[in-house]
């Protein structure tokens, strides 16, 4: 099976996804950009052989984390492949590539990490329709990520689910990490609180850490919260002064096996977003044994929290306090058994998985001889 696959930037569970794709396949990978602008400069490619091809566009317009390449018709002119899947169908080049296969009469597939139907104006609507709604063949990544498809003029039947993640399989723990190891991860990590909640992203406003810190404000002083992932503006300097946080650590960013450390010290992670169209920490999360708050506006957290968390409303500094209150005086029992159901429903969530659930999708399809 021969696939060429489109996205915009090789970012670290991609590169690793599409290692574990072109194991299964011949896969060439085009970018539109080698990095974002808008990156940690921290952020690095892992270095291994890789399984597949990849070939960098040449942009002659530059955003933060998209180009436009129309370059790209090149490649789609060779008909090499069995499959095309556009992966980024919002990018210049996305929506370039998009309607060049249309005008060719090219078939083509859209891959959708995420997405949630929003209040269009008719002119958005229809600019959304028109590149989302002929495709051959859809992969979700939900059942929020279904609507918004179909919401948009895909076919039911075309739509085609995979597990989303950035998690590989020996990453996913097999039992809940213990009291005394979570103790052991705290003495290194210098934690002296009692009880951890933990989050990690940029500070950024989408991410809702400004309500985080105001939930915090009502919480016990023996209860440590942990921004994880990058560095604060002022803005969130001066509000922690401001409300006397001593218990909220400011952490930059971290490698993935810090973090990791940082995950399995934690009691609770709590993801407060404005919006998210999946949100990859909560994969993280489970796959570390943590129950997980978060709001109605993170798609992750809407389709893998099934009694192993709790879903609050966006923008509520109240909701999110009391759903904290609640797990530090949860009993212990209880708290296991969230971070069992995690383990259980994020045990599948693996990009091995991921990668042959592309594959499989494909065979359903009747393209078996491929």
Known sequence: MRILFLTNIPSPYRVDFFQEL?????????????????????????IYELSYREIYLKPIIKQDSSAFCPSVKKYLNKKDYDAVIVGVYSTPTGMYAIHYMKRKRMPYWISCDGGMISTDNRIKYTLKKYFLSEAEGYLSSSEICDNYLSYYGAGKEKIHRYPFTSVRSRDILRISVSEEEKQRWRDALQMQESFIFLTVGQFIYRKGYDLLLKAAEGLDRDTGIYIVGGNPTEEYLELRKKLALKNVHFIGFQDKDTLQKYYRAADVFVFPTR??????????AMANGLPVITTNKCVAGMELIRGNGRIISAESVEEIREAMKDYEKMEKRRLKNESVKSLEIIK?????????EYINVFKRYGKQDW
Do not use: F, H, P, Q
């Not at 060439?28 to 974002?36: G, M, N």
């Not at 919006?275 to 993280?284: R, S």
């Not at 599948?348 to 042959?356: Q, T």
């Open 22 to 46: 072109g194991k299964l396949c011949e896969l060439t990978v085009l970018y539109e950009l080698e990095s974002a602008s808008d990156r940690d400069s921290t952020w690095k490619r892992k």
């Open 275 to 284: 919006e998210d169209i999946w949100g990859l920490v909560i994969n993280e």
């Open 348 to 356: 599948n969530y693996s990009i091995e998985n991921m990668a042959k």
